[in-house]
Protein backbone atom coordinates (compact mmCIF):
# COMPACT_ATOMS: atom_id res chain seq x y z
CA UNK A 1 0.00 0.00 0.00
CA UNK A 2 2.48 2.24 -1.10
CA UNK A 3 3.12 4.88 -3.85
CA UNK A 4 6.57 4.92 -5.07
CA UNK A 5 7.91 8.84 -5.75
CA UNK A 6 12.04 8.09 -6.23
CA UNK A 7 13.71 11.46 -6.37
CA UNK A 8 17.49 11.80 -7.15
CA UNK A 9 19.17 14.62 -6.43
CA UNK A 10 22.12 15.32 -8.60
CA UNK A 11 24.01 18.14 -7.37
CA UNK A 12 24.82 20.78 -9.75
CA UNK A 13 27.62 22.30 -7.88
CA UNK A 14 30.49 22.90 -10.70
CA UNK A 15 33.58 21.78 -8.63
CA UNK A 16 33.94 20.71 -5.28
CA UNK A 17 37.44 20.66 -3.59
CA UNK A 18 38.11 18.18 -0.91
CA UNK A 19 37.97 19.15 2.38
CA UNK A 20 39.01 15.42 4.27
CA UNK A 21 40.34 12.47 1.91
CA UNK A 22 39.74 9.42 3.57
CA UNK A 23 42.76 7.34 4.88
CA UNK A 24 41.31 4.35 4.18
CA UNK A 25 42.24 1.90 1.66
CA UNK A 26 39.09 0.64 1.28
CA UNK A 27 36.78 2.87 -0.82
CA UNK A 28 32.86 2.89 -0.63
CA UNK A 29 30.95 3.20 -3.32
CA UNK A 30 28.33 4.69 -1.63
CA UNK A 31 27.29 4.98 2.00
CA UNK A 32 23.95 5.18 3.69
CA UNK A 33 22.11 6.83 6.67
CA UNK A 34 18.69 5.67 7.84
CA UNK A 35 16.18 8.39 8.37
CA UNK A 36 12.84 7.51 10.75
CA UNK A 37 9.82 9.99 10.76
CA UNK A 38 9.69 11.62 14.53
CA UNK A 39 6.23 10.74 15.49
CA UNK A 40 5.58 14.11 17.80
CA UNK A 41 6.93 16.27 14.96
CA UNK A 42 6.91 14.77 11.63
CA UNK A 43 10.30 15.79 11.43
CA UNK A 44 13.05 13.29 10.09
CA UNK A 45 15.77 12.06 12.11
CA UNK A 46 18.84 10.22 11.54
CA UNK A 47 21.86 9.05 13.44
CA UNK A 48 25.68 9.69 12.94
CA UNK A 49 28.41 8.67 14.55
CA UNK A 50 31.11 11.38 15.61
CA UNK A 51 34.37 12.64 17.06
CA UNK A 52 36.71 10.74 19.83
CA UNK A 53 35.38 8.13 20.85
CA UNK A 54 32.87 8.27 18.46
CA UNK A 55 28.84 8.53 19.78
CA UNK A 56 25.73 8.65 18.01
CA UNK A 57 24.77 12.08 17.32
CA UNK A 58 20.79 12.52 16.60
CA UNK A 59 20.28 14.75 13.44
CA UNK A 60 17.04 16.19 12.04
CA UNK A 61 17.30 16.24 8.11
CA UNK A 62 17.11 19.32 6.64
CA UNK A 63 17.13 18.61 2.90
CA UNK A 64 17.86 22.35 1.89
CA UNK A 65 20.21 22.78 4.76
CA UNK A 66 23.40 24.15 4.17
CA UNK A 67 25.71 22.47 6.25
CA UNK A 68 25.55 19.97 9.50
CA UNK A 69 25.28 21.47 12.63
CA UNK A 70 25.08 20.74 16.15
CA UNK A 71 24.98 21.43 20.00
CA UNK A 72 28.94 22.16 20.91
CA UNK A 73 27.82 23.99 24.65
CA UNK A 74 26.79 20.89 26.21
CA UNK A 75 28.18 17.55 26.52
CA UNK A 76 30.51 17.49 23.38
CA UNK A 77 33.70 15.87 24.32
CA UNK A 78 36.44 14.91 21.76
CA UNK A 79 39.92 14.50 21.39
CA UNK A 80 39.87 15.29 17.46
CA UNK A 81 37.50 18.10 17.54
CA UNK A 82 39.63 21.04 15.87
CA UNK A 83 37.95 24.72 14.75
CA UNK A 84 38.63 26.37 11.91
CA UNK A 85 41.47 28.74 12.17
CA UNK A 86 40.84 32.19 10.60
CA UNK A 87 41.33 32.53 6.83
CA UNK A 88 42.00 28.57 6.69
CA UNK A 89 41.09 26.59 3.34
CA UNK A 90 38.31 24.84 5.85
CA UNK A 91 36.70 28.78 6.30
CA UNK A 92 36.48 29.66 2.42
CA UNK A 93 34.89 26.26 2.10
CA UNK A 94 32.14 26.81 4.51
CA UNK A 95 32.03 29.96 3.19
CA UNK A 96 32.65 31.92 6.38
CA UNK A 97 32.82 35.60 6.07
CA UNK A 98 34.07 36.31 9.81
CA UNK A 99 37.02 35.82 12.02
CA UNK A 100 36.67 35.73 15.71
CA UNK A 101 37.55 35.11 19.10
CA UNK A 102 35.34 34.13 22.25
CA UNK A 103 35.49 36.03 24.81
CA UNK A 104 35.08 32.59 27.60
CA UNK A 105 37.12 29.68 28.56
CA UNK A 106 38.16 27.45 25.59
CA UNK A 107 35.66 24.61 24.39
CA UNK A 108 34.20 23.00 21.35
CA UNK A 109 32.50 25.84 19.78
CA UNK A 110 34.30 28.30 21.74
CA UNK A 111 38.00 29.23 20.46
CA UNK A 112 40.14 32.47 19.92
CA UNK A 113 40.74 33.06 15.71
CA UNK A 114 38.31 30.85 14.14
CA UNK A 115 35.66 31.61 11.51
CA UNK A 116 32.30 31.24 11.76
CA UNK A 117 28.44 30.72 10.12
CA UNK A 118 24.91 30.72 10.65
CA UNK A 119 23.58 27.73 11.78
CA UNK A 120 20.04 27.58 10.88
CA UNK A 121 16.65 26.01 13.01
CA UNK A 122 15.05 25.47 9.70
CA UNK A 123 11.84 24.49 11.64
CA UNK A 124 12.04 27.59 14.14
CA UNK A 125 13.58 30.00 11.54
CA UNK A 126 16.10 30.77 13.98
CA UNK A 127 19.99 31.11 13.29
CA UNK A 128 22.77 32.34 15.43
CA UNK A 129 26.74 32.19 15.20
CA UNK A 130 28.16 29.46 14.96
CA UNK A 131 32.06 28.08 14.72
CA UNK A 132 33.33 26.31 11.57
CA UNK A 133 35.08 22.77 12.98
CA UNK A 134 36.14 19.53 11.73
CA UNK A 135 36.00 16.46 13.67
CA UNK A 136 35.73 12.59 12.92
CA UNK A 137 32.58 10.72 11.43
CA UNK A 138 31.65 7.10 11.40
CA UNK A 139 29.35 5.80 8.54
CA UNK A 140 27.81 2.42 6.80
CA UNK A 141 29.17 2.05 3.29
CA UNK A 142 26.69 -0.11 1.13
CA UNK A 143 26.75 -1.48 -2.70
CA UNK A 144 23.43 -0.03 -2.64
CA UNK A 145 21.88 -3.81 -1.35
CA UNK A 146 22.90 -4.20 1.58
CA UNK A 147 25.45 -2.61 4.38
CA UNK A 148 29.14 -2.85 4.15
CA UNK A 149 32.03 -1.82 6.37
CA UNK A 150 32.02 1.40 8.32
CA UNK A 151 33.94 3.86 6.74
CA UNK A 152 35.31 7.07 8.90
CA UNK A 153 36.00 10.74 7.69
CA UNK A 154 39.01 12.12 9.94
CA UNK A 155 38.06 15.88 9.23
CA UNK A 156 34.29 16.56 8.62
CA UNK A 157 33.30 19.84 8.22
CA UNK A 158 30.12 21.05 10.52
CA UNK A 159 28.87 24.01 12.30
CA UNK A 160 29.03 24.31 16.21
CA UNK A 161 25.58 25.75 17.56
CA UNK A 162 24.70 27.04 21.39
CA UNK A 163 22.35 24.61 23.00
CA UNK A 164 19.44 27.28 22.68
CA UNK A 165 19.08 26.78 19.13
CA UNK A 166 17.58 22.90 19.21
CA UNK A 167 14.18 24.24 20.09
CA UNK A 168 11.73 23.29 18.14
CA UNK A 169 13.65 19.83 16.92
CA UNK A 170 12.33 16.52 17.75
CA UNK A 171 13.30 15.28 21.30
CA UNK A 172 16.61 14.03 21.75
CA UNK A 173 18.20 15.79 18.38
CA UNK A 174 21.45 17.37 18.91
CA UNK A 175 21.64 19.33 15.82
CA UNK A 176 20.67 19.24 11.83
CA UNK A 177 21.91 17.66 9.07
CA UNK A 178 22.27 19.76 5.81
CA UNK A 179 21.48 18.04 2.98
CA UNK A 180 21.84 21.36 0.59
CA UNK A 181 23.46 22.05 -2.17
CA UNK A 182 26.75 24.00 -0.76
CA UNK A 183 30.38 23.05 -0.90
CA UNK A 184 30.01 21.67 2.86
CA UNK A 185 26.50 20.13 3.07
CA UNK A 186 26.93 16.28 3.27
CA UNK A 187 26.19 14.99 -0.42
CA UNK A 188 29.24 17.27 -1.31
CA UNK A 189 31.92 16.37 1.79
CA UNK A 190 31.10 12.84 1.10
CA UNK A 191 31.51 12.74 -2.49
CA UNK A 192 35.29 14.63 -2.17
CA UNK A 193 36.34 12.55 0.93
CA UNK A 194 35.39 9.20 -0.99
CA UNK A 195 35.87 10.54 -4.66
CA UNK A 196 32.30 9.22 -5.27
CA UNK A 197 29.81 11.32 -7.80
CA UNK A 198 28.17 13.96 -6.28
CA UNK A 199 24.62 12.09 -6.02
CA UNK A 200 22.26 11.17 -3.51
CA UNK A 201 18.53 9.36 -3.19
CA UNK A 202 15.98 9.84 -0.31
CA UNK A 203 14.00 7.77 0.77
CA UNK A 204 11.48 8.45 3.73
CA UNK A 205 8.64 6.51 5.17
CA UNK A 206 5.41 7.90 5.52
CA UNK A 207 5.08 5.92 8.69
CA UNK A 208 6.80 6.30 12.23
CA UNK A 209 7.27 3.00 12.63
CA UNK A 210 8.99 2.38 9.53
CA UNK A 211 12.94 3.56 8.49
CA UNK A 212 13.50 5.50 5.45
CA UNK A 213 17.27 5.79 4.48
CA UNK A 214 19.62 8.35 2.42
CA UNK A 215 21.84 6.96 -0.19
CA UNK A 216 24.99 9.38 -0.70
CA UNK A 217 26.99 8.01 -3.85
CA UNK A 218 25.92 6.12 -7.05
CA UNK A 219 23.04 3.61 -7.39
CA UNK A 220 21.48 1.13 -7.26
CA UNK A 221 19.52 1.95 -4.79
CA UNK A 222 17.23 -0.86 -3.02
CA UNK A 223 14.62 0.55 -0.84
CA UNK A 224 12.52 -2.46 -0.96
CA UNK A 225 14.18 -5.63 -1.22
CA UNK A 226 14.11 -6.57 -5.16
CA UNK A 227 12.99 -3.13 -6.21
CA UNK A 228 16.00 -0.99 -7.13
CA UNK A 229 14.55 2.87 -7.46
CA UNK A 230 17.35 3.94 -9.45
CA UNK A 231 15.81 1.70 -12.69
CA UNK A 232 12.10 3.98 -12.49
CA UNK A 233 13.46 7.45 -11.31
CA UNK A 234 11.59 10.37 -12.74
CA UNK A 235 14.06 13.25 -13.82
CA UNK A 236 13.29 16.97 -13.56
CA UNK A 237 16.39 19.47 -13.19
CA UNK A 238 17.08 21.41 -10.34
CA UNK A 239 16.95 25.24 -10.56
CA UNK A 240 18.80 27.74 -8.70
CA UNK A 241 17.01 30.04 -6.65
CA UNK A 242 19.94 33.07 -6.73
CA UNK A 243 18.68 34.51 -3.26
CA UNK A 244 19.60 32.23 0.11
CA UNK A 245 15.94 30.59 1.55
CA UNK A 246 18.24 30.78 4.94
CA UNK A 247 16.94 32.60 8.14
CA UNK A 248 20.48 34.23 7.91
CA UNK A 249 23.30 34.32 5.67
CA UNK A 250 26.22 36.50 3.55
CA UNK A 251 25.16 38.80 0.66
CA UNK A 252 24.58 37.22 -2.07
CA UNK A 253 24.93 33.47 -1.38
CA UNK A 254 22.21 31.50 -3.46
CA UNK A 255 20.02 29.39 -2.29
CA UNK A 256 20.89 25.64 -0.84
CA UNK A 257 17.49 24.02 -1.13
CA UNK A 258 16.70 22.09 -4.12
CA UNK A 259 13.74 23.76 -6.80
CA UNK A 260 11.80 21.91 -9.25
CA UNK A 261 10.38 23.84 -12.41
CA UNK A 262 6.51 23.04 -11.38
CA UNK A 263 4.73 24.62 -14.58
CA UNK A 264 1.14 23.76 -14.16
CA UNK A 265 -1.20 21.11 -11.83
CA UNK A 266 -3.68 19.35 -12.40
CA UNK A 267 -6.51 17.78 -10.56
CA UNK A 268 -7.78 14.34 -11.50
CA UNK A 269 -5.81 15.31 -14.72
CA UNK A 270 -7.72 18.42 -15.17
CA UNK A 271 -5.32 21.59 -15.37
CA UNK A 272 -6.32 23.94 -13.02
CA UNK A 273 -5.81 27.74 -13.64
CA UNK A 274 -3.19 29.28 -11.41
CA UNK A 275 -1.33 32.75 -11.47
CA UNK A 276 2.12 31.44 -13.64
CA UNK A 277 4.20 34.18 -12.39
CA UNK A 278 4.19 33.09 -9.22
CA UNK A 279 5.65 29.09 -10.32
CA UNK A 280 8.91 30.90 -11.42
CA UNK A 281 11.64 31.70 -9.26
CA UNK A 282 11.92 35.90 -9.93
CA UNK A 283 15.30 38.21 -9.60
CA UNK A 284 14.22 38.49 -5.35
CA UNK A 285 14.15 34.71 -4.99
CA UNK A 286 10.75 34.93 -4.66
CA UNK A 287 8.41 32.41 -6.23
CA UNK A 288 8.68 28.61 -7.75
CA UNK A 289 8.56 25.26 -6.01
CA UNK A 290 11.03 23.58 -3.31
CA UNK A 291 11.00 20.05 -1.82
CA UNK A 292 11.80 20.34 2.00
CA UNK A 293 11.90 18.13 4.43
CA UNK A 294 11.37 19.95 7.50
CA UNK A 295 8.05 21.20 6.43
CA UNK A 296 5.88 18.04 7.11
CA UNK A 297 2.65 19.08 4.83
CA UNK A 298 2.53 20.52 1.56
CA UNK A 299 2.36 24.52 1.71
CA UNK A 300 0.82 26.17 -1.60
CA UNK A 301 0.74 30.32 -1.78
CA UNK A 302 -2.72 31.56 -0.91
CA UNK A 303 -4.19 31.76 -4.65
CA UNK A 304 -2.90 28.36 -5.78
CA UNK A 305 -4.40 26.56 -2.68
CA UNK A 306 -8.04 28.24 -3.28
CA UNK A 307 -7.95 26.67 -6.91
CA UNK A 308 -6.24 23.38 -6.23
CA UNK A 309 -8.91 22.96 -3.16
CA UNK A 310 -11.79 24.48 -5.41
CA UNK A 311 -10.80 21.86 -8.41
CA UNK A 312 -10.12 18.97 -5.65
CA UNK A 313 -13.26 19.74 -3.72
CA UNK A 314 -15.32 19.53 -7.10
CA UNK A 315 -14.17 16.53 -8.51
CA UNK A 316 -14.38 14.69 -4.75
CA UNK A 317 -18.03 15.43 -5.31
CA UNK A 318 -18.27 14.16 -8.72
CA UNK A 319 -17.31 11.11 -6.59
CA UNK A 320 -19.59 10.92 -4.45
CA UNK A 321 -17.35 11.58 -1.70
CA UNK A 322 -18.78 14.23 1.49
CA UNK A 323 -16.83 17.05 2.37
CA UNK A 324 -17.17 17.67 5.96
CA UNK A 325 -15.46 20.05 8.60
CA UNK A 326 -12.03 21.06 8.70
CA UNK A 327 -9.40 19.94 11.25
CA UNK A 328 -6.29 22.19 11.45
CA UNK A 329 -4.29 22.82 10.01
CA UNK A 330 -6.10 21.48 7.11
CA UNK A 331 -9.20 23.00 5.57
CA UNK A 332 -10.50 20.83 3.88
CA UNK A 333 -11.67 17.19 5.33
CA UNK A 334 -13.73 14.31 4.17
CA UNK A 335 -15.88 11.76 5.54
CA UNK A 336 -14.18 8.72 5.21
CA UNK A 337 -17.39 6.62 4.69
CA UNK A 338 -17.65 6.68 0.72
CA UNK A 339 -13.75 6.57 -0.27
CA UNK A 340 -12.41 3.30 -1.18
CA UNK A 341 -9.03 2.30 0.08
CA UNK A 342 -6.52 1.31 -2.91
CA UNK A 343 -2.79 0.44 -3.28
CA UNK A 344 -1.84 3.75 -3.86
CA UNK A 345 -4.36 5.24 -0.90
CA UNK A 346 -7.21 6.31 -0.46
CA UNK A 347 -9.09 6.72 -3.93
CA UNK A 348 -9.46 10.86 -4.26
CA UNK A 349 -8.91 12.93 -7.29
CA UNK A 350 -4.97 12.81 -8.17
CA UNK A 351 -3.13 15.91 -8.31
CA UNK A 352 -0.44 16.42 -10.75
CA UNK A 353 2.43 18.53 -10.43
CA UNK A 354 3.46 19.39 -14.24
CA UNK A 355 6.87 19.39 -14.33
CA UNK A 356 9.15 20.32 -18.05
CA UNK A 357 6.77 19.19 -19.72
CA UNK A 358 3.12 17.78 -20.06
CA UNK A 359 4.50 14.24 -20.05
CA UNK A 360 6.59 14.56 -16.81
CA UNK A 361 4.70 15.10 -13.88
CA UNK A 362 4.97 14.15 -10.34
CA UNK A 363 1.56 12.28 -9.78
CA UNK A 364 -0.04 12.84 -5.99
CA UNK A 365 -1.66 9.93 -5.22
CA UNK A 366 -3.96 9.65 -2.13
CA UNK A 367 -1.51 8.31 0.39
CA UNK A 368 0.56 11.65 -0.44
CA UNK A 369 -1.94 14.05 -0.72
CA UNK A 370 -4.35 12.53 1.84
CA UNK A 371 -4.20 12.82 5.95
CA UNK A 372 -6.20 10.27 8.34
CA UNK A 373 -7.21 12.84 11.35
CA UNK A 374 -9.14 10.24 12.90
CA UNK A 375 -11.21 6.83 11.63
CA UNK A 376 -14.01 8.43 10.06
CA UNK A 377 -12.10 12.11 8.51
CA UNK A 378 -9.40 11.82 6.23
CA UNK A 379 -8.49 15.57 5.23
CA UNK A 380 -6.38 16.89 2.24
CA UNK A 381 -2.97 17.28 3.40
CA UNK A 382 -1.80 20.82 2.16
CA UNK A 383 -2.19 23.82 3.70
CA UNK A 384 -2.38 27.59 2.95
CA UNK A 385 0.49 29.64 3.01
CA UNK A 386 -0.85 33.18 3.09
CA UNK A 387 -0.76 35.42 0.43
CA UNK A 388 3.32 36.44 -0.83
CA UNK A 389 5.08 33.57 0.70
CA UNK A 390 8.71 33.50 -0.08
CA UNK A 391 8.26 29.90 -2.45
CA UNK A 392 4.74 29.52 -3.74
CA UNK A 393 4.67 26.14 -3.76
CA UNK A 394 6.91 23.92 -0.07
CA UNK A 395 6.32 19.98 -1.20
CA UNK A 396 6.31 18.96 2.22
CA UNK A 397 7.84 15.32 3.33
CA UNK A 398 3.99 13.82 3.20
CA UNK A 399 3.91 14.51 -0.28
CA UNK A 400 7.53 12.76 -0.41
CA UNK A 401 6.93 9.44 1.24
CA UNK A 402 6.65 6.25 0.92
C1 LIG B 1 40.74 34.85 23.44
O1 LIG B 1 41.66 35.90 23.62
C2 LIG B 1 41.28 36.83 24.61
C3 LIG B 1 42.25 38.01 24.59
O2 LIG B 1 43.58 37.54 24.51
C4 LIG B 1 41.21 36.14 25.95
O3 LIG B 1 40.78 37.05 26.93
C5 LIG B 1 40.22 34.99 25.86
O4 LIG B 1 40.20 34.27 27.06
C6 LIG B 1 40.59 34.07 24.72
N1 LIG B 1 39.51 33.11 24.54
C7 LIG B 1 39.72 31.82 24.35
C8 LIG B 1 38.49 30.97 24.17
O5 LIG B 1 40.82 31.28 24.30
C1 LIG C 1 0.30 37.04 -10.15
O1 LIG C 1 1.31 37.02 -9.14
C2 LIG C 1 2.20 38.10 -9.22
C3 LIG C 1 3.29 37.85 -8.19
O2 LIG C 1 2.76 37.74 -6.90
C4 LIG C 1 1.43 39.40 -8.96
O3 LIG C 1 2.30 40.49 -9.04
C5 LIG C 1 0.34 39.53 -10.00
O4 LIG C 1 -0.46 40.64 -9.70
C6 LIG C 1 -0.53 38.28 -10.01
N1 LIG C 1 -1.47 38.35 -11.13
C7 LIG C 1 -2.76 38.19 -10.98
C8 LIG C 1 -3.56 38.24 -12.26
O5 LIG C 1 -3.29 38.01 -9.90
C1 LIG D 1 -23.11 9.21 -7.01
O1 LIG D 1 -24.36 9.05 -6.41
C2 LIG D 1 -25.45 9.20 -7.29
C3 LIG D 1 -26.75 9.17 -6.51
O2 LIG D 1 -26.66 8.24 -5.45
C4 LIG D 1 -25.36 8.08 -8.35
O3 LIG D 1 -26.40 8.22 -9.27
C5 LIG D 1 -24.03 8.20 -9.08
O4 LIG D 1 -23.88 7.13 -10.00
C6 LIG D 1 -22.88 8.18 -8.09
N1 LIG D 1 -21.64 8.51 -8.80
C7 LIG D 1 -20.50 7.87 -8.59
C8 LIG D 1 -19.32 8.34 -9.37
O5 LIG D 1 -20.41 6.94 -7.79
Known amino acids: MATLHYFLFTSLLLYVSSPSLAQQSFR ?59 RSAQCSLAGADGCGDCFSTPRPGCNNNTCGVTPDNSVTH ?50 MAGLGRTRIGLPSQLAAAFSFRRKFAVCLSSSTSANGVVF ?38 PSAEYFIGVKSIKVNEKP ?41 INEAAAMNITRVGGVPPFEVCFSS ?20 NENVFWRVFGANSMVEVSREVLCLGFVNGGSNPRTAIVVGGHSCSV
Open 28 to 86: PKALVIPVAKDASTLQYRTTIRQRTPLVPVDLVVDLGGRFMWVDCQRDYVSSTYRPARC
Open 272 to 312: VSLNATLLSIDNQGVGGTKISTVDPYTVLEASIFKAITEAF
Open 216 to 253: FGDGPYVFLPGIDASQSLTFTPLFINPVSTASAFPMGE
Open 337 to 356: SNILSTRLGPAVPSIDLVLQ
Open 126 to 175: TATSGEVAQDVVSLQSTDGRNPGRVVSVPSFLFACAPTFLLQGLAGGAVG
